[in-house]
């Protein structure tokens, strides 16, 4: 399983030259992860905030879907959802350790520097952050899908 080099899954996506286990693989950490942020954002924000992360995610992600099929089948139309699971689960990886480690800079600079008061376990924090990452996510997985496809620009 591949989970950093995105060059060396973009060019076994291209080749289709893969098994059936290799994309049920990552399927499988897929809808594990899934599961885990379900479990661990079932936090106790009141109704109209929950409503609001909740379209707003809904919406993002229909959209970025649509974008990320339009894109394939501008293309060479094949594999969606292969492409979509090896190339969604590195590159959630590397937005994911993009983040923690911009998190962990800011946490210093805002301990030892500066006083930001930001309220990191707060509910415009989180919401912020998630949407950020998901609109960070389908950005590149456009780029990454307009590679593995031959989408012409």
Same mark, same amino acid.
């Given at each position: 399983?591949?989970?950093?080099?995105?060059?060396?899954?973009?060019?076994?996506?291209?080749?289709?030259?893969?098994?059936?286990?290799? @994309?049920?693989?990552?399927? #499988?950490?897929?809808? =594990? &992860? *899934?599961?885990? $942020? +379900?479990?661990?954002?079932?936090?106790?924000?009141?109704?109209?905030?929950?409503?609001?992360?909740?379209?707003?995610?809904?919406?993002?992600?229909?959209?970025?879907?649509?974008?990320?099929?339009?894109?394939?089948?501008?293309?060479?139309?094949?594999?969606?959802l292969d492409r979509y699971f090896v190339l969604g689960l590195i @590159?959630?990886?590397?937005? #994911?350790?993009?983040? =923690? &480690? *911009?998190?962990? $800079? +800011?946490?210093?600079?805002?301990?030892?520097?500066?006083?930001?008061?930001?309220?990191?376990?707060?509910?415009?924090?989180?919401?912020?952050?998630?949407?950020?990452?998901?609109?960070?996510?389908?950005?590149?997985?456009?780029?990454?899908f307009k590679r593995v496809a031959n989408v012409k620009v």
């Open positions: 399983m591949i989970l950093f080099d995105l060059k060396k899954a973009e060019t076994i996506l291209k080749k289709g030259d893969y098994p059936t286990r290799f @994309i049920f693989n990552y399927f #499988l950490v897929h809808s =594990l &992860i *899934l599961t885990f $942020a +379900f479990f661990v954002i079932s936090q106790d924000y009141n109704s109209w905030l929950l409503f609001l992360d909740f379209s707003t995610g809904i919406l993002t992600t229909l959209l970025g879907l649509i974008y990320l099929y339009n894109l394939n089948e501008k293309g060479d139309k094949k594999s969606f @590159i959630s990886i590397r937005v #994911l350790l993009l983040f =923690l &480690i *911009l998190f962990v $800079a +800011f946490a210093f600079l805002d301990e030892l520097l500066f006083d930001f008061n930001i309220d990191t376990k707060g509910f415009w924090f989180y919401y912020t952050l998630t949407f950020v990452s998901t609109l960070l996510i389908y950005i590149l997985l456009g780029r990454s």
